[in-house]
């Protein structure tokens, strides 16, 4: 079965530098990712998808991703942080052979002024 | 707009009193699912249905139950709830399956005394 992991259950920056959010699958068949972001007291919205297309993905609000099918590996960056990013993050797989999506345990990323 | 929509959105009960979490979506999306979200534990899977009389159990489906007889209702029923199902609760639904963008509800959190 598949499976998903996130490195680092908090992450913390300083607004204005690199964001990297860690994620690695385990898939034998090429899966389809994603990453979602929570913002407090809101529900999960898509932030960027990997279909098998291009490798590198360009999502909404400055994140991009990039697939390396090597490293099994999924992570997310943002260029400059900004105060607004502060927010739960959660990358995705799907699971081709039981056809279910499945998620990480989440990446809670904290801005620092 | 298109939206997927819960109620309620707060809800204290307590143990053994039936309750039912209404969701809705405008999309006429045929996939929909119910998740629960737990501090460490992220995001999992409680039931989802791939059209409408279909359903089928996720990866935590003791306790509750779901019904799809319409497209774009799928309400999720707590028979005797117990405070081991204290969680934020969140549908969601997309077009596609794998491939698809889950659009998320706003969540309900839920209180079992």
């Known amino acids: 079965a598949q499976s998903v992991t996130q490195l680092g259950s908090h992450v913390s920056v300083s607004e204005g530098a690199l964001v990297l959010l860690r994620c690695n699958y385990s898939s034998s068949v090429p899966p389809y990712l994603f990453w979602y972001v929570q913002y407090p007291n809101q529900g999960l919205q898509l932030l960027l998808k990997y279909t098998s297309a291009a490798t590198l993905v360009k999502g909404i609000n400055g994140f991009e991703a990039e697939f390396k099918k090597s490293e099994t590996s999924f992570h997310l960056t943002k260029p400059s942080a900004h105060m607004s990013d502060a927010a739960e993050y959660f990358c995705a797989v799907s699971d081709r052979v039981e056809d279910k999506i499945i998620f990480g345990k989440g990446t809670r990323l904290h801005i620092l002024p | 707009e298109a939206q997927v929509t819960q109620n309620p959105r707060y809800l204290i009960t307590v143990t053994g009193k039936k309750l039912t979490v209404t969701c809705s979506q405008n999309m006429n999306h045929e996939y929909m699912s119910w998740y629960r979200q737990d501090p460490g534990l992220g995001l999992r899977q409680i039931y989802y249905s791939m059209n409408v009389e279909v359903t089928d159990k996720g990866d935590v489906p003791e306790g509750y139950k779901v019904s799809r007889k319409e497209k774009r209702n799928f309400p999720l029923i707590l028979e005797s709830p117990s405070p081991n199902q204290t969680s934020l609760y969140f549908c969601?639904?997309?077009?596609?399956?794998?491939?698809?963008?889950?659009?998320f509800g706003p969540g309900t959190r839920l209180t079992v005394l």
């Open positions: 969601a639904s997309s077009l596609k399956l794998l491939a698809g963008e889950q659009f």
